[in-house]
Antibody, heavy 119, light 107 residues
């Protein structure tokens, strides 16, 4: 069974940091580019970042560029999102998913982890 | 960046109705378009890939069509369990972009 499971969310003060993890199982994690998507309370879906298969290239939304860093450990089938200088508008549920083209029946999402930035 | 314009933002229809949602891309996306269903508290669920292909296990009342920049998502006969918010997403190029969402309710 395919599973993506995010962890590391929680309450943090503005200016603080958090590191999210996404543990993958049941599919060839090391063969897929991976992404983070977030959804602020009551709002739509926003792509945050993507990372290449080998981790050599990462891409970011303008809203998080310079503050967030995506990495991966293919030996542990885990994706990471290091979030620094957090702002109140970073408050959202963060999902990991493999969003690059892969045909049918091969796109997977985790259940998400909530990040709340508040004083 | 490719902009995705989705309409309507909300929709109310009766059980059994045919429902249509549209998504327009700001440039040709070569049919690299997904449609998702999201229910409150859940992750998005992929329904359609490559604009018109149904994911395995998705009921056949759901369909997608279109090409180039203009795409349509249809529910042929609305069921109570279809109450959700629906999103389109282009994956022709980064940054991936989503439509604003369509909140579908039963009349």
């Amino acid at each position: 069974e395919v599973q993506l499971l995010e962890s590391g969310g929680g309450l943090v003060q503005p200016g603080g940091s958090l590191r999210l993890s996404c543990a993958a199982s049941g599919f060839a994690f090391s063969s897929h580019a991976m992404s983070w998507v977030r959804q602020a309370p009551g709002k739509g879906l926003e792509w945050v970042s993507s990372i290449s298969i080998n981790g050599g290239s990462a891409y970011y939304a303008d809203s998080v560029k310079g503050r967030f860093t995506t990495s991966r450990d293919n030996t542990k089938n885990t994706l990471f999102l290091q979030m620094n200088s957090l702002r109140t508008d970073d408050t959202a549920v963060y999902y990991c998913a493999n969003l690059a083209y892969c045909g049918g029946d091969c796109q997977f999402w985790g259940p998400g982890t909530l990040v709340t930035v508040s004083s | 960046d490719i902009q995705m314009t989705q309409s309507p933002s909300s929709l109310s229809a009766s059980v059994g109705d045919r429902v249509t949602i549209t998504c327009q891309a700001s440039q040709d996306i070569n049919n690299y378009l997904n449609w998702y269903q999201q229910k409150p508290g859940n992750a998005p669920k992929l329904l359609i890939y490559d604009a018109s292909n149904l994911e395995t296990g998705v009921p056949s009342r759901f369909s997608g069509s279109g090409s180039g920049t203009d795409f349509t998502f249809t529910i042929s006969s609305l069921q109570p369990e279809d109450v959700a918010t629906y999103y389109c997403r282009q994956y022709e190029s980064l940054p991936y972009t989503f439509g604003q969402g369509t909140k579908l309710e039963i009349k």
